[in-house]
């Protein structure tokens, strides 16, 4: 019985563990990425920026065996935050911040093979990060107005972990939903987070 035991759960083991097909492969991926923010100076970055970014990630990457590297480009468009505005006798203030993400994208992971169509995917990525902050401000009295602006570029770098839901939609293509939650932040923020949907063609 112990040795029928043991023949199973090497059976089970090696069939999760099946050897994928090495090659090339090419993809995309669109996230939504949300942002918590610190504060600084008593300030919560979260009353000045916006928190939460649609990215666009165009990756190619190659398998080895259940391993996989792969490269992506991530372009997360730039997002903007009304901060309001205030009348004070007569004259109007109001201010806007917008910014600005993109970056590169270096990841890897190892894939876990649960039936011909499914496959369990834990990964982990590290991203450069290039970034744009604008701010402006408008000042209006009677029928005058006067607008002031300001821009900052920077660059930072973070570190996420995630796990992925894989379904193999035929031998050259599949489909994924993923999660993710970042391990090492960029300055001023305290946690981000993906919940992204991708394709992908092996070829």
Known sequence: MKKILISLLV???LNLNALAEDGPYIGAKASKLKIDYGSVEGIDLADVYADEFTTKDIF??????????????IDGGKERKSLGSITIAGITLSAN??????AWRLGGGYSYLISDKFTIRPFVNYYDVKFTETGSITVTAGSSTF?????????DSMIDAGIGFVYKINDKSELSYSYSRSVDDMANVELAE???LSVKYNF
């Open 194 to 196: 993906h919940h992204s």
């Open 97 to 102: 911040t917008s910014l600005e993400l993109e």
């Open 60 to 73: 190619i990457g190659y398998t080895f065996g259940n391993a996989f590297f792969e490269v992506g480009y």
């Open 11 to 13: 059976t089970i083991f």
């Open 147 to 155: 607008t002031a602006s300001a821009s900052a570029d920077g660059s």
